[in-house]
């Protein structure tokens, strides 16, 4: 069990520019899941794969935003036009069933 | 709407001492209540986790919780704190029909020698 791994773990990126992470689970894992984390604040849910479909999105997940999960292994997240106020540390967990989410150690966008 | 209110945004005790940080949630059903811990630069780790059964439950690096539905609280305690307990502390939620953890707004405790 190596873990959720995410990448990159830091970006920084101008205003407007579009960025991607990409999100590793656990092997076996079956559900995905991305959270969005700003400084003070537990972590607020994005969007949730099981296998390659996407089943749920947050209404925080703008036009703007976009993820993919194919062949329901590794999953991106992609950001256009980026503003500040994307600007958080974007989280990537994986569990098995209905059991505990497995979280990666984030990927924190900084948009100048 | 399913949410979990943590109400202390920060404590500090001194090692040695007991701990206990507060969760409230609401939900319209029983949710399943987890605790994660998070380091500076590290990922969010499971504490414990309350699915069904003995309100009572252990965890990891010597926490429990107490599952009190009467009071819609699934506080997290600990009897003697370390050094290296110092970090934030969150409680989430999840309902039977959605996958997502609402979490709180965290806690964070910082520990005097």
């Known amino acids: 069990d190596t873990g959720v791994s995410q990448d990159p773990r830091h970006k920084i990126t101008k205003r407007g520019q579009n960025v991607t992470f990409r999100c590793d689970p656990i092997?076996?894992?079956?559900?995905l899941y991305w959270y969005r984390q700003t400084l003070g604040q537990g972590p607020e849910f994005l969007t949730y794969?099981?296998?390659?479909?996407?089943?749920?999105k947050s209404r925080l997940l703008s036009d703007r935003f976009s993820a993919e999960r194919p062949k329901g292994s590794f999953s991106t997240l992609e950001i256009q036009r980026t503003e500040q106020g994307d600007s958080a540390m974007y989280l990537c967990?994986?569990?098995?069933?209905?059991?505990?989410?497995?979280f990666g150690p984030g990927t924190r966008l900084t948009v100048l | 709407a399913q949410s979990v209110t943590q109400p202390d945004i920060h404590i500090t005790v001194s090692e040695g001492a007991s701990l206990e940080l507060r969760c409230n949630y609401s939900?319209?059903?029983?949710?399943?209540l987890f605790w994660y811990v998070q380091s500076p630069g590290q990922g969010l780790q499971l504490l414990l986790k309350?699915?069904?059964?003995?309100?009572l439950v252990q965890g990891i690096k010597g926490f429990e919780a107490e599952f009190k539905r009467s009071q819609s609280s699934f506080n997290l305690r600990k009897p003697s704190v370390h050094w290296s307990d110092a970090a934030e502390y969150f409680c989430?939620?999840?309902?039977?029909?959605?996958?997502?953890?609402?979490f709180g707004s965290g806690t964070r405790l910082q520990v005097q020698p």
């Open positions: 967990a994986s569990s098995l069933s209905r059991d505990e989410q497995f």
């Open positions: 092997s076996e894992h079956n559900r």
């Open positions: 794969f099981q296998n390659e479909a996407q089943l749920e």
């Open positions: 939900y319209g059903a029983t949710p399943y």
């Open positions: 309350y699915f069904s059964g003995d309100t």
């Open positions: 989430a939620g999840g309902g039977t029909g959605r996958r997502a953890l609402t």
